[in-house]
Protein backbone atom coordinates (compact mmCIF):
# COMPACT_ATOMS: atom_id res chain seq x y z
CA UNK A 1 0.00 0.00 0.00
CA UNK A 2 1.59 3.52 -0.60
CA UNK A 3 1.69 6.00 1.93
CA UNK A 4 -0.36 9.24 1.90
CA UNK A 5 1.04 12.43 0.58
CA UNK A 6 2.94 13.51 3.86
CA UNK A 7 1.22 17.41 4.22
CA UNK A 8 3.16 18.24 7.69
CA UNK A 9 4.64 21.56 5.81
CA UNK A 10 1.49 22.92 4.86
CA UNK A 11 0.86 26.36 5.52
CA UNK A 12 -0.86 26.13 8.64
CA UNK A 13 -1.31 28.72 11.55
CA UNK A 14 -2.11 28.55 15.12
CA UNK A 15 -4.54 31.29 16.17
CA UNK A 16 -5.69 29.31 19.15
CA UNK A 17 -2.53 30.26 21.54
CA UNK A 18 -2.35 27.44 24.13
CA UNK A 19 -3.57 24.30 22.82
CA UNK A 20 -2.40 21.50 25.17
CA UNK A 21 -5.40 20.79 26.99
CA UNK A 22 -7.02 20.29 23.25
CA UNK A 23 -6.44 16.77 21.00
CA UNK A 24 -5.10 17.38 17.74
CA UNK A 25 -6.96 15.81 14.68
CA UNK A 26 -6.37 14.60 11.48
CA UNK A 27 -8.07 16.29 8.31
CA UNK A 28 -7.99 13.52 5.37
CA UNK A 29 -8.95 13.92 1.66
CA UNK A 30 -7.93 10.99 -0.36
CA UNK A 31 -4.75 10.68 0.23
CA UNK A 32 -4.00 14.07 1.56
CA UNK A 33 -3.70 14.58 5.71
CA UNK A 34 -3.37 17.25 7.63
CA UNK A 35 -2.33 17.06 11.55
CA UNK A 36 -4.09 20.15 13.11
CA UNK A 37 -4.96 21.58 16.21
CA UNK A 38 -8.37 23.06 17.38
CA UNK A 39 -8.95 26.78 16.82
CA UNK A 40 -5.93 26.54 13.76
CA UNK A 41 -6.23 28.64 10.30
CA UNK A 42 -4.96 25.74 7.90
CA UNK A 43 -4.28 27.23 4.38
CA UNK A 44 -4.17 24.87 1.14
CA UNK A 45 -4.46 24.75 -2.42
CA UNK A 46 -7.65 24.05 -1.49
CA UNK A 47 -8.42 26.46 0.27
CA UNK A 48 -8.85 28.23 3.85
CA UNK A 49 -9.51 25.77 6.45
CA UNK A 50 -10.98 27.28 10.07
CA UNK A 51 -10.35 24.01 12.65
CA UNK A 52 -13.45 24.66 14.90
CA UNK A 53 -12.16 25.01 18.76
CA UNK A 54 -14.80 22.29 19.29
CA UNK A 55 -14.03 20.19 16.68
CA UNK A 56 -14.75 16.19 16.32
CA UNK A 57 -14.30 13.32 14.59
CA UNK A 58 -16.27 12.36 12.50
CA UNK A 59 -17.40 15.20 11.39
CA UNK A 60 -16.76 16.86 8.06
CA UNK A 61 -15.54 20.54 7.03
CA UNK A 62 -15.23 22.66 4.75
CA UNK A 63 -12.63 25.42 2.88
CA UNK A 64 -13.71 28.78 1.94
CA UNK A 65 -13.44 26.70 -1.44
CA UNK A 66 -16.31 24.34 0.26
CA UNK A 67 -13.99 21.84 -0.70
CA UNK A 68 -14.89 18.74 1.75
CA UNK A 69 -12.02 17.38 4.50
CA UNK A 70 -13.33 14.61 7.17
CA UNK A 71 -12.13 14.83 10.60
CA UNK A 72 -10.24 11.55 12.24
CA UNK A 73 -8.81 11.28 15.33
CA UNK A 74 -4.93 11.11 15.78
CA UNK A 75 -3.27 7.71 16.24
CA UNK A 76 0.25 6.35 16.95
CA UNK A 77 1.16 5.65 13.27
CA UNK A 78 -0.10 9.34 12.39
CA UNK A 79 2.91 10.60 14.49
CA UNK A 80 5.65 8.97 12.14
CA UNK A 81 3.79 10.71 9.07
CA UNK A 82 2.85 13.63 10.19
CA UNK A 83 5.70 14.74 12.95
CA UNK A 84 8.40 17.58 11.30
CA UNK A 85 11.31 15.15 11.13
CA UNK A 86 14.86 15.80 12.50
CA UNK A 87 16.85 12.82 13.89
CA UNK A 88 15.63 9.75 11.90
CA UNK A 89 12.35 8.84 13.98
CA UNK A 90 11.05 4.72 14.71
CA UNK A 91 8.89 3.69 13.02
CA UNK A 92 6.00 2.32 14.06
CA UNK A 93 6.68 -1.65 14.18
CA UNK A 94 9.63 -0.93 16.56
CA UNK A 95 7.64 2.08 18.45
CA UNK A 96 5.45 -1.40 19.29
CA UNK A 97 8.12 -3.72 20.10
CA UNK A 98 9.48 -1.30 22.31
CA UNK A 99 6.40 -0.76 24.27
CA UNK A 100 5.70 -4.24 24.27
CA UNK A 101 8.59 -5.80 25.61
CA UNK A 102 9.10 -3.23 28.37
CA UNK A 103 5.48 -2.97 29.29
CA UNK A 104 5.39 0.75 29.28
CA UNK A 105 2.08 2.15 30.25
CA UNK A 106 0.28 4.82 32.57
CA UNK A 107 2.00 6.27 35.55
CA UNK A 108 5.32 4.29 34.21
CA UNK A 109 8.60 7.44 34.30
CA UNK A 110 10.76 6.86 31.56
CA UNK A 111 13.81 8.02 30.36
CA UNK A 112 14.62 8.68 26.99
CA UNK A 113 17.44 9.91 24.54
CA UNK A 114 17.86 10.82 22.10
CA UNK A 115 14.68 12.75 21.52
CA UNK A 116 15.22 13.07 17.80
CA UNK A 117 12.01 13.81 16.21
CA UNK A 118 10.42 12.60 19.39
CA UNK A 119 7.85 9.71 17.32
CA UNK A 120 9.09 7.28 19.94
CA UNK A 121 8.50 9.36 23.07
CA UNK A 122 5.69 10.95 21.97
CA UNK A 123 4.54 7.14 21.54
CA UNK A 124 5.11 6.46 24.88
CA UNK A 125 3.69 9.91 26.34
CA UNK A 126 0.73 8.83 25.04
CA UNK A 127 0.65 5.33 26.34
CA UNK A 128 0.38 7.33 29.73
CA UNK A 129 3.81 7.33 30.17
CA UNK A 130 5.50 10.56 32.26
CA UNK A 131 8.79 10.64 29.94
CA UNK A 132 12.16 13.05 30.50
CA UNK A 133 13.91 12.84 27.01
CA UNK A 134 16.64 14.46 26.06
CA UNK A 135 17.95 15.44 22.56
CA UNK A 136 21.34 16.87 22.25
CA UNK A 137 21.33 19.15 19.24
CA UNK A 138 19.38 22.61 20.00
CA UNK A 139 17.37 22.81 17.23
CA UNK A 140 16.40 19.57 16.94
CA UNK A 141 15.22 19.67 20.75
CA UNK A 142 12.85 22.70 19.73
CA UNK A 143 11.14 20.94 16.89
CA UNK A 144 10.71 17.74 19.14
CA UNK A 145 8.48 20.11 21.31
CA UNK A 146 6.54 21.65 18.98
CA UNK A 147 5.75 17.99 17.85
CA UNK A 148 5.16 17.31 21.30
CA UNK A 149 2.19 19.88 20.95
CA UNK A 150 1.42 18.37 17.86
CA UNK A 151 1.05 15.50 18.85
CA UNK A 152 -1.36 16.29 22.27
CA UNK A 153 1.62 15.56 24.71
CA UNK A 154 3.15 18.69 25.54
CA UNK A 155 2.84 18.11 29.83
CA UNK A 156 3.40 14.60 29.03
CA UNK A 157 6.90 14.57 27.14
CA UNK A 158 9.59 17.05 29.19
CA UNK A 159 12.15 17.70 26.35
CA UNK A 160 15.29 18.82 27.43
CA UNK A 161 18.32 20.19 25.43
CA UNK A 162 21.31 18.62 26.53
CA UNK A 163 23.79 15.53 26.43
CA UNK A 164 22.23 12.75 28.18
CA UNK A 165 25.48 11.28 29.24
CA UNK A 166 26.44 14.52 30.57
CA UNK A 167 23.14 14.09 33.00
CA UNK A 168 23.68 10.96 34.63
CA UNK A 169 25.11 12.14 38.03
CA UNK A 170 22.02 14.42 38.27
CA UNK A 171 19.51 11.56 36.77
CA UNK A 172 20.46 8.78 39.05
CA UNK A 173 18.17 10.03 42.28
CA UNK A 174 15.11 9.85 39.90
CA UNK A 175 14.29 5.88 39.78
CA UNK A 176 13.56 5.43 36.55
CA UNK A 177 11.08 2.99 35.31
CA UNK A 178 12.15 1.75 31.72
CA UNK A 179 15.22 3.77 29.90
CA UNK A 180 14.90 4.02 26.04
CA UNK A 181 17.78 4.89 24.02
CA UNK A 182 18.31 5.36 20.74
CA UNK A 183 21.86 6.81 20.49
CA UNK A 184 25.20 5.96 19.12
CA UNK A 185 26.85 6.17 22.49
CA UNK A 186 24.06 4.30 24.07
CA UNK A 187 26.32 2.08 25.99
CA UNK A 188 27.32 4.90 28.14
CA UNK A 189 24.15 5.10 29.51
CA UNK A 190 23.60 1.30 29.77
CA UNK A 191 26.60 1.47 32.41
CA UNK A 192 24.43 3.06 34.51
CA UNK A 193 21.24 1.38 34.05
CA UNK A 194 21.62 -0.24 37.69
CA UNK A 195 21.88 3.56 39.35
CA UNK A 196 18.68 4.78 37.06
CA UNK A 197 16.11 1.83 37.42
CA UNK A 198 13.63 0.63 39.85
CA UNK A 199 14.07 -3.43 40.94
CA UNK A 200 12.75 -4.75 37.72
CA UNK A 201 13.00 -1.77 35.20
CA UNK A 202 14.02 -2.25 31.77
CA UNK A 203 16.55 -0.98 28.95
CA UNK A 204 15.58 -0.81 25.73
CA UNK A 205 18.76 0.67 23.59
CA UNK A 206 17.64 0.92 19.33
CA UNK A 207 20.30 0.75 17.44
CA UNK A 208 20.64 0.40 13.35
CA UNK A 209 24.53 -1.33 13.58
CA UNK A 210 26.06 -4.16 14.79
CA UNK A 211 28.58 -2.68 16.28
CA UNK A 212 27.42 -0.15 18.91
CA UNK A 213 24.73 -2.97 19.59
CA UNK A 214 28.03 -5.30 20.78
CA UNK A 215 28.73 -2.68 22.74
CA UNK A 216 25.62 -2.42 24.58
CA UNK A 217 25.38 -6.16 25.03
CA UNK A 218 28.74 -6.62 26.61
CA UNK A 219 28.03 -3.21 28.63
CA UNK A 220 24.47 -5.21 30.35
CA UNK A 221 26.51 -7.88 31.17
CA UNK A 222 29.18 -6.06 32.68
CA UNK A 223 26.77 -4.15 34.06
CA UNK A 224 24.79 -7.14 35.78
CA UNK A 225 21.64 -6.30 33.72
CA UNK A 226 19.70 -9.59 33.63
CA UNK A 227 17.84 -11.03 30.68
CA UNK A 228 20.52 -9.30 28.08
CA UNK A 229 18.93 -10.56 24.33
CA UNK A 230 18.50 -8.58 21.56
CA UNK A 231 16.85 -9.22 18.04
CA UNK A 232 16.78 -7.22 14.83
CA UNK A 233 13.44 -6.17 13.57
CA UNK A 234 12.40 -7.65 10.61
CA UNK A 235 9.17 -8.42 9.19
CA UNK A 236 7.98 -9.55 5.64
CA UNK A 237 5.18 -8.26 3.80
CA UNK A 238 3.06 -10.61 1.55
CA UNK A 239 2.12 -10.04 -1.01
CA UNK A 240 -1.75 -11.07 -2.53
CA UNK A 241 -2.83 -10.96 -6.63
CA UNK A 242 -4.32 -12.76 -9.22
CA UNK A 243 -1.52 -15.33 -9.45
CA UNK A 244 -1.29 -16.35 -6.05
CA UNK A 245 0.17 -15.38 -2.98
CA UNK A 246 3.43 -15.01 -1.23
CA UNK A 247 6.29 -13.02 0.45
CA UNK A 248 6.84 -9.76 -1.47
CA UNK A 249 9.99 -10.03 -3.59
CA UNK A 250 11.11 -6.90 -2.57
CA UNK A 251 13.65 -6.70 -0.62
CA UNK A 252 13.39 -7.26 3.46
CA UNK A 253 14.57 -3.68 5.25
CA UNK A 254 16.42 -3.46 7.58
CA UNK A 255 15.88 -1.59 10.67
CA UNK A 256 17.24 -1.88 13.52
CA UNK A 257 18.27 -4.17 16.53
CA UNK A 258 16.66 -4.01 19.92
CA UNK A 259 18.14 -4.82 22.72
CA UNK A 260 16.41 -5.50 25.94
CA UNK A 261 17.75 -6.15 29.48
CA UNK A 262 16.22 -5.70 33.10
CA UNK A 263 17.53 -4.33 36.07
CA UNK A 264 17.36 -7.22 38.92
C1 LIG B 1 17.84 8.34 15.66
S1 LIG B 1 17.43 9.83 16.45
C2 LIG B 1 16.21 9.35 17.62
C3 LIG B 1 14.84 9.21 17.00
C4 LIG B 1 13.73 8.99 18.01
N1 LIG B 1 13.86 7.75 18.75
C5 LIG B 1 12.37 9.05 17.33
O1 LIG B 1 11.61 8.06 17.40
O2 LIG B 1 12.04 10.08 16.72
C6 LIG B 1 18.87 10.04 17.48
C7 LIG B 1 18.95 11.43 18.13
O3 LIG B 1 19.78 11.33 19.28
C8 LIG B 1 20.50 12.53 19.43
N2 LIG B 1 21.63 12.16 20.31
C9 LIG B 1 22.71 11.36 19.99
N3 LIG B 1 23.49 11.17 21.09
C10 LIG B 1 22.89 11.87 22.10
C11 LIG B 1 23.21 12.07 23.48
N4 LIG B 1 24.29 11.51 24.03
N5 LIG B 1 22.39 12.84 24.24
C12 LIG B 1 21.28 13.41 23.69
N6 LIG B 1 20.92 13.27 22.40
C13 LIG B 1 21.72 12.51 21.61
C14 LIG B 1 20.84 12.92 18.01
O4 LIG B 1 21.09 14.31 17.92
C15 LIG B 1 19.59 12.50 17.25
O5 LIG B 1 18.68 13.57 17.11
Redesign the pocket.
Known amino acids: MSEPEREHDADTESEAGDTTDRNPVLLVRGDREFLVQPGEEMGTDLGVLEVPDDVEPGQTLETHLEEEFHVRRLRGPDLFHH?ER?????VPRD?GLVIGETGISRGDHVL??????????A?MGRAGAEVVT????AD?ADVARENMELGGVADDVDVRT????DELENLESSSFDVL?L????AA??VAHAPDLLVDGGFVAV?SPFIESTREVVETAHEADLANVRTRETIQREMQFDDRGSRPSTAPVGHTGYLTIARNE
Open positions: FTGAPMVDAGTGTGVLASYERDFGDVVTDTGDDVY
